[in-house]
């Protein structure tokens, strides 16, 4: 394969990808000022702006696109979960033993009740444990008997981690707290020998934010010819944000991706390429929230705009998982050359993140993923986002443009 674009070397251009400025990128935005980078918090907004600076010293036209976001869910403080029967007591460690429900209702202060078994017929003030897999029925059956609330079973990540999210499914009208697997098990064992006493805080509520979308522009020479295709590359960067007592890094959702599009573009901003089409990035707010910027901003581009969307490049394993929406068969097959050419292994895979929001609105759209280490828990660190993935997410990209702009 070669360019035709004028006064373009594709292996120095690929070489001139920098692992080094990658990951300072990943660095800062997973830095403690910037407190997990949650929609509508400070940190969040402060980020965004580290952002357009960073693009603006690359020549772009930015511009921040403020937009609404309703029910995030928010943890103002740490939840409490501990039992008790005659001979012992248990407090249960947040994050690692059990976390909050999405759909719980609000207990800012500590409950304490009995617990109640699935098979009891009488739930009426008592924290009910609920038969795995079977959340919502029990969630019905303890609003109308007024149970305290409802205990769940929910499973881990590899090391033991209980990942956090911030958007899902409407509140119930009782408490609802996830157990570990193990540690819901051992709650219904020691109920079969004997009363149990609970005691239990849920200090979540939903809020209504302000996300702001990062747009930058590379205006064109006045002499080039106008454009025959226009390209956007986005990355959302906003995490779920810190709990009260523990850091989100949000190292390799998204940090990851924001510095290899940030890469590729300081790379691409550089070259003849810019005279052969339109480049535009957004960096995307509000993603952990429902793809809520995107959504935004969709709406808002031409019927042309080719999108590649890149969620997580902290590790790459067998093959990048790239999914395709919209008009895009076109894109995909420069993505494919792309990817011969830089080496770098594909594989179709669900990406449910930005892409699917630009696909919807009727745009070629392509999601790229390249693993994320630590998933939205406090074990998503900068050390875990590796340089040689960020490396094939970067050039990957710079390679699809460079070849669409041949």
Same mark, same amino acid.
């Given at each position: 394969?070669?360019?035709?674009? %004028?006064?373009?070397?594709?292996?120095?251009?690929?070489?001139?990808?920098?692992?080094?400025?990658?990951?300072?990128?990943?660095?800062?935005?997973?830095?403690?000022?910037?407190?997990?980078?949650?929609?509508?918090?400070?940190?969040?907004?402060?980020?965004?702006?580290?952002?357009?600076?960073?693009?603006?010293?690359?020549?772009?036209?930015?511009?921040?696109?403020?937009?609404?976001?309703?029910?995030?869910?928010?943890?103002?403080?740490? #939840?409490?979960?501990?039992?008790?029967?005659?001979?012992?007591?248990?407090?249960?460690?947040?994050?690692?033993?059990?976390?909050?429900?999405? %759909?719980?209702?609000?207990?800012?202060?500590?409950?304490?009740?009995?617990?109640?078994?699935?098979?009891?017929?009488?739930?009426?003030?008592?924290?009910?444990?609920?038969?795995?897999?079977?959340? @919502?029925?029990?969630?019905?059956?303890?609003?109308?008997?007024?149970?305290?609330?409802?205990?769940?079973?929910?499973?881990?990540?590899?090391?033991?981690?209980?990942?956090?999210?911030? %958007?899902?499914?409407?509140?119930?009208?009782?408490?609802?707290?996830?157990?570990?697997?193990?540690?819901?098990?051992?709650?219904?064992?020691?109920?079969?020998?004997?009363?149990?006493?609970?005691? @239990?805080?849920?200090?979540?509520?939903?809020?209504?934010?302000?996300?702001? +979308?990062?747009?930058?522009?590379?205006?064109?020479?006045?002499?080039?010819?106008?454009?025959?295709?226009?390209? /956007?590359?986005?990355?959302?960067?906003?995490?779920?944000?810190?709990?009260?007592?523990?850091?989100?890094? @949000? &190292?390799?959702? +998204?940090?990851?991706?924001?510095?290899?599009?940030?890469?590729?573009?300081?790379?691409?901003?550089?070259?003849?390429?810019?005279?052969? /089409?339109?480049?535009?990035?957004?960096?995307?707010?509000?993603?952990?929230?429902?793809?809520?910027?995107?959504?935004?901003?969709?709406?808002?581009?031409?019927?042309?705009?080719?999108?590649? +969307?890149?969620?997580?490049?902290?590790?790459?394993?067998?093959? @990048? &998982?790239?999914?395709?929406?919209?008009?895009?068969?076109?894109?995909?097959?420069?993505?494919?050359?792309? &990817?011969?050419?830089?080496?770098?292994? /594909?594989?179709?895979?669900?990406?449910?993140?930005? +892409?699917?929001?630009?696909?919807?609105?009727? /745009?070629?759209?392509?999601?790229?993923?390249?693993?994320?280490?630590?998933?939205?828990? #406090?074990?998503?660190?900068?050390?875990?986002?590796? #340089?040689?993935?960020?490396?094939? &997410?970067?050039?990957?990209?710079?390679?699809?443009?460079?070849?669409?702009?041949?």
């Amino acid at each position: 394969m070669t360019f035709t674009t %004028a006064d373009v070397d594709p292996a120095e251009l690929l070489e001139a990808v920098s692992a080094e400025r990658m990951q300072a990128t990943v660095h800062e935005l997973a830095a403690d000022r910037y407190a997990g980078r949650r929609v509508g918090t400070p940190g969040g907004q402060a980020s965004a702006v580290w952002l357009a600076e960073r693009l603006g010293e690359l020549g772009a036209e930015t511009q921040l696109s403020g937009f609404d976001v309703a029910s995030v869910r928010e943890l103002y403080a740490t #939840p409490v979960l501990e039992w008790s029967t005659g001979d012992q007591a248990q407090r249960l460690e947040h994050r690692r033993d059990f976390v909050v429900h999405l %759909a719980s209702a609000e207990l800012p202060r500590p409950r304490s009740a009995p617990l109640a078994g699935h098979s009891e017929t009488e739930w009426s003030g008592r924290w009910a444990l609920a038969e795995p897999g079977d959340w @919502a029925r029990a969630c019905e059956r303890a609003e109308a008997q007024g149970a305290a609330g409802v205990l769940t079973a929910r499973g881990t990540d590899a090391e033991g981690w209980m990942p956090k999210m911030i %958007a899902g499914p409407p509140a119930r009208r009782v408490p609802v707290v996830a157990l570990r697997t193990e540690a819901h098990a051992r709650l219904a064992d020691a109920l079969a020998a004997g009363p149990v006493q609970v005691t @239990a805080s849920m200090p979540l509520r939903q809020i209504t934010t302000r996300g702001h +979308n990062v747009h930058a522009r590379f205006p064109r020479p006045p002499q080039s010819v106008r454009a025959r295709l226009r390209v /956007l590359l986005t990355a959302h960067y906003d995490g779920v944000g810190d709990d009260p007592d523990q850091r989100m890094p @949000a &190292a390799a959702d +998204n940090a990851s991706g924001v510095a290899a599009i940030l890469e590729a573009t300081r790379i691409l901003s550089a070259t003849p390429v810019l005279t052969a /089409l339109e480049l535009a990035v957004a960096f995307l707010d509000a993603e952990e929230a429902g793809a809520r910027g995107s959504a935004h901003h969709a709406a808002t581009l031409p019927p042309d705009t080719l999108v590649i +969307n890149l969620d997580g490049a902290a590790q790459l394993h067998q093959a @990048a &998982a790239v999914e395709a929406g919209g008009p895009a068969h076109a894109l995909l097959a420069t993505l494919d050359q792309a &990817a011969r050419l830089t080496g770098v292994p /594909l594989r179709a895979g669900a990406m449910a993140s930005d +892409n699917r929001r630009y696909a919807a609105a009727g /745009l070629a759209a392509i999601g790229i993923g390249m693993g994320m280490p630590g998933y939205q828990t #406090p074990a998503e660190t900068p050390d875990r986002v590796q #340089p040689d993935t960020l490396l094939a &997410a970067a050039r990957l990209v710079v390679a699809t443009v460079m070849l669409l702009g041949a």
